[in-house]
């Protein structure tokens, strides 16, 4: 919990995946949010099943989207894009 709440993404998606086994839907798809914004793929994955099923409205999951996309893009930088070539 500790973990989640210092901003690191997986445990925000653990803490999704033991809510959603607790039967807490809603706060399961905040975690997974949170971590999409973190910019974690996994939770990107785990929402758009969640859209599918109707747990998570178009307008959640686009917002998600982008907010996944722009941390992934704010990650991104010439050194590592190097470091990943060698």
């Known amino acids: 919990v500790e973990a989640a709440i210092a901003g690191h993404p997986r445990a ?3 803490l999704g ?3 959603l086994k607790s039967k807490r839907h809603d706060r399961a798809v905040k975690h997974w949010i949170i971590a999409a914004k973190l910019g974690l ?3 990107i994955r785990v929402l758009k099943q ?3 099923g109707g747990l ?3 307008e959640e999951f686009a917002a998600a989207l982008r907010a996944h996309q ?3 893009d704010a990650t991104k930088s010439p ?3 190097e470091a990943a070539k060698a």
Do not use: T, W
Request: with cysteine; hydrophobic share 35%; proline share 0%.
């Open 50 to 52: 969640c859209y599918k």
């Open 70 to 72: 722009a941390a992934v």
């Open 17 to 19: 995946s033991f809510e």
């Open 41 to 43: 793929d996994g939770s």
């Open 79 to 81: 050194q590592r894009e």
């Open 56 to 58: 998570v409205s178009k």
């Open 12 to 14: 925000r998606f653990f």
